[in-house]
C-alpha cells in the first residue's frame, strides 16, 4: 500500500507511520508466513505474506497501517484529491512441494513480485472520510481484499506565526478587519470542526452497531469559535486585538486545540476498528452498497406496465427505441462527469460514453397490486444456520461452452454475496449438440448428485442462471426436479433462444444452415424447429408446455438488441408484429409463447434489456459480441449484481 497526491507533473508520497496485526500467531502458517512492515525507503506499507491453497478462500488479515501526508497549503487544497495504490505481491507455487518444506524453505526477500495494480483517487480528502474500501483484483487474480479507509486531516504543518501569516494575508499589514478575520477562520479552522464532526459520527455508528454492549463517552460536537459564550459566535469578536500578530497566534491556538480533538477522535476511532475489524468493516461495507446501488441506478431505465396480463406481442421499433434512448442517456450522463464514491477505483466504472445501459421492464399482478419494490432491505450476508437457508445458484454454459464460461458473473455474485453456494455445471460441456431433453436430464442428474451430497435436512434454495442455450437447458431439466419446486427462487436466461431461431436473421439463418451440416448438433436442429415433420411435435413446442418456470419467485429474461446470434423477441418471450402475417407458422408461433407465459403470475417477470457500446469489428456486424458482452463485460455483470439484490440474496 502507498499513497500520495500530485503537484503538477510530481507525485508526493505519504510516509508510512506504523504497522499492526491483531491476533498474530506466534510461528509461521499458510495464512502467516511473514509478517508486514513499513518501509519508508519507498514509501509503502506491506502486509503479512500468506498463501493461497484453493478457490474462495479467505484470509483474515486483521491489519491496520497509518500513513502521514503533508499537502502544500493553497487555494485548492480542498479540491485536491490523493490517491491510494495497491500492488498485488505473488508467487507461483510448485504443486508437487510439501507444505512443511516449503514454509521451512521459502525465502521471502525479493521473490514476491508484483502483478497487478490498483490506483484509488479520494474525493476531498480534507473533509474528514471514513469509507469501506474493497480493492478488487480482476480476472485470472480475482479476488477482493475488504479494508476501511480513514482520511482524517488534523493539523496545518506551518504553525510559525510569521509563516501562518505570510499563507493567511498575502499584503503585510499591522490591522485586520474583522470580516477578513472571519474569513480566514471560516476557510482554516471550520474545515477541521468538519472532520471532527464527521468522525464522531462514525464513531456513534460503530459504538451503536458494534459495540452496544459497551459504555464508551463519545466526543461532543464542537462549538465554534472555541469557548464562545456569546451569541455572536464571531472569532473576531473573541479576539482581543486586531494586530496582525495577536491574531496569527490567536488562530494557530485555536487550530492548535481542534487539531487534538481530532486526533483523539480518530485515535478512539482506530482502537474500535483495531479491536473488531470485521463488525467494522461490515459497518461501512452497508453503506457502500447502498452508494453503489444508486450509482448504478443512474444507467438503468425502469418500465412498468400496468396491463393485467401479458401482451405476448413485441413492441414495433422497441430496438431502435431502446438505441436511441442510450445513446442520449450517455450523451447527458457524460456532460456531468462526477465521482460517484468518495473513494473510487479510478477506473471502476466504465466510462460514461462506453457504459451498457439496462432497460427494464416490470408487470403490475392486477389493478390494485404493487410493483415489487427495492426499498426493502436484502441482506447479502445472512447467517445460515439451517440447510434451508442456504442459497445455491446454478450456472449453465451455452451451445460449445464450458463451465468457466459464467466465471466472471460467478465471481461478482460470490465476493457480494458470499452465503450463496455457486456450482458451475459441467455434465453437458461436452454433448451440447444433443438432444436437449437429454441434456436436461444430465444437468437435474448434477443437481441431484449435488444435493445428495449435502447434509440431511430441508433443501437449500435454488436459482438458476443460463446462458445462451444454457436457458433451455435448464427449462429441460425442470421437469425431473418438481421435488424441489417450492425451493426454487430466481430464473435467469441470458439471451436464451426461448422461441427458438424461426423469424431470425439472414446472417443467423447462414449459421444455422452452417452448424446443421456437422456432426452431433440435433439441439441446433431442434432450435430450428426441424426434429419433427410436425411443428406441434417438435422439441421446442413441447418444451413450451412443460412445467417449471411458474415455480420460481422470479423470472428474469435478459436480452441485447444488438445480440443475433439469440434473436431479440425469442430472448424476451414475444412475437414480432410479422407473425400475424405468416399464415403457415404464424398460429403455431403465437402458441408457443402462450404456452410458456400463460402460467405465469406477471409480477415474477423481469425483462432486461441491455445495450452495449460496441466497437466496429466482425463479430459486432454478425451480432456475435453482444452475445458474449453478456458473459464478459464487468459493467454489466457489476450492474446486474449490485442493483438486483433481490434476484440473488
Not at 514476491?112 to 483484483?137: D, Q, R
Not at 483495531?274 to 459497518?283: G, S, Y
Not at 416490470?362 to 434451508?388: G, M
Not at 428474469?556 to 407458422?585: F, G, M, T, W
Request: proline residues 4%; aromatic residues 12%; contains cysteine.
Amino acid at each position: 500500500f502507498s499513497c500520495f497526491y500530485e503537484k503538477g507533473p510530481e507525485r508526493i508520497w505519504a510516509v508510512p507511520l506504523c504497522y499492526n496485526s491483531v491476533n498474530q500467531p506466534q510461528k509461521a502458517q499458510p495464512h502467516f508466513l511473514k509478517e508486514g512492515n513499513c518501509n519508508r525507503g519507498n514509501c509503502t506499507i506491506t502486509s503479512r505474506t500468506f498463501m493461497i491453497r484453493y478457490g474462495d478462500e479467505v484470509v483474515k488479515m486483521n491489519d491496520t497501517a497509518v500513513f502521514s501526508l503533508e499537502m502544500e497549503l493553497g487555494k485548492n487544497l480542498n479540491r485536491t484529491a490523493i490517491y491510494v495504490k495497491v500492488d498485488l505481491m505473488y508467487r507461483e507455487l510448485n504443486p508437487s512441494m510439501q507444505l512443511g518444506y516449503f514454509m521451512k524453505s521459502f525465502k521471502f526477500e525479493g521473490e514476491l513480485k508484483p502483478t497487478v495494480t490498483k490506483l484509488y483517487k479520494v474525493a476531498y480528502p480534507t473533509k474528514g472520510l471514513h469509507e469501506y474500501l474493497p480493492v478488487f483484483f480482476t480476472r485470472e487474480w480475482f479476488s477482493c481484499v475488504d479494508s476501511v479507509l480513514h482520511v482524517v486531516f488534523h493539523d496545518y504543518s506551518e504553525t510559525h506565526p510569521e509563516e501562518f501569516l505570510s499563507k493567511l494575508f498575502s499584503n503585510k499589514k499591522k490591522l485586520v478587519g474583522g470580516m477578513e478575520i472571519d474569513e480566514k477562520y471560516t476557510h482554516y479552522v471550520s474545515p477541521l470542526a468538519q472532520v471532527h464532526q464527521n468522525t464522531t459520527r462514525a464513531l456513534d455508528s460503530l459504538l451503536e452497531k458494534c459495540f452496544f454492549e459497551e459504555e464508551v463517552e463519545v466526543p461532543e460536537p464542537l462549538k465554534l469559535p472555541l469557548g464562545s459564550q456569546e451569541e455572536d459566535n464571531s472569532f473576531a469578536n473573541k479576539v482581543g486585538s486586531h494586530s496582525l500578530n495577536a491574531v496569527g497566534l490567536a488562530l494557530i491556538q485555536e487550530v492548535k486545540l481542534i487539531s487534538g480533538y481530532v486526533r483523539e477522535a480518530f485515535e478512539m476511532l482506530k482502537d474500535l476498528a483495531t479491536r473488531k475489524p470485521h463488525e467494522v468493516c461490515k459497518v461501512f461495507k452497508q453503506k457502500y452498497e447502498e452508494i453503489m446501488m444508486e450509482s448504478y441506478e443512474e444507467y438503468i431505465v425502469r418500465k412498468v406496465n400496468t396491463k393485467w396480463e401479458f401482451d405476448l406481442t413485441s413492441e414495433d421499433k422497441l430496438k431502435e427505441t431502446h438505441h436511441k434512448a442510450s445513446k442520449s442517456l450517455r450523451k447527458d450522463l457524460f456532460a456531468f462527469k462526477f465521482l460517484r464514491l468518495n473513494v473510487q477505483e479510478v477506473d471502476f466504472f466504465a466510462e460514461i460514453k462506453n457504459h451498457p445501459i439496462i432497460f427494464e421492464e416490470i408487470y403490475y399482478a392486477s389493478e390494485n397490486s404493487s410493483v415489487y419494490s427495492r426499498d426493502q432491505t436484502y441482506t447479502r450476508n445472512p447467517s445460515i444456520e439451517n440447510l434451508s437457508d442456504l442459497h445455491v445458484i446454478i450456472l449453465v454454459h451455452g451451445f460449445q461452452g464450458t463451465s468457466l464460461d459464467l466465471k466472471v458473473l460467478k465471481n461478482y455474485i460470490g465476493l457480494l454475496y458470499p452465503k450463496c453456494m455457486l456450482v458451475d455445471s459441467y455434465h453437458n460441456e461436452n454433448n451440447t449438440g444433443n438432444d436437449l431433453e437429454d441434456q436436461g436430464f444430465r444437468l437435474a442428474k448434477e443437481v441431484i448428485s449435488f444435493l445428495s451430497r449435502l447434509p440431511s435436512g430441508s433443501p437449500p434454495q435454488f436459482s438458476f442462471i443460463g446462458h445462451s442455450l444454457g436457458g433451455l437447458v435448464i427449462r429441460a431439466a425442470l421437469p425431473y426436479l418438481e421435488c424441489l419446486k417450492d425451493r426454487m427462487h430466481m430464473y435467469m436466461s441470458l439471451s436464451s433462444p426461448h422461441l427458438g431461431f424461426m423469424y431470425a436473421t439472414k446472417i443467423l439463418d447462414a449459421g444455422m444452415w452452417f452448424l446443421k451440416r456437422m456432426k452431433n448438433t440435433l439441439s441446433i436442429k431442434q432450435l430450428c424447429f426441424e426434429d419433427f415433420h410436425l411443428k406441434e411435435g417438435t422439441k421446442l413446442f413441447q418444451l413450451s408446455k412443460a412445467e417449471g418456470l411458474e415455480w420460481f419467485q422470479y423470472v428474469v429474461l435478459v436480452s441485447s438488441a444488438q445480440d443475433d446470434y439469440a434473436p431479440y423477441y425469442s430472448a424476451r418471450i414475444e412475437v414480432p408484429s410479422k407473425v400475424s402475417k405468416d399464415k403457415q407458422n404464424g398460429n403455431f408461433f403465437i402458441q408457443m409463447a402462450h404456452n410458456l407465459l400463460s402460467r405465469l403470475n406477471v409480477h415474477k417477470v423481469v425483462k432486461l434489456d441491455v445495450n452495449f457500446k460496441l466497437k466496429r469489428s466482425i463479430d459486432t456486424i454478425i451480432g456475435r459480441s453482444a452475445h458474449l458482452q453478456l458473459l464478459e463485460n464487468e459493467a454489466f455483470i457489476k450492474m446486474l449484481v449490485y442493483r438486483f439484490p433481490e434476484f440473488f440474496a
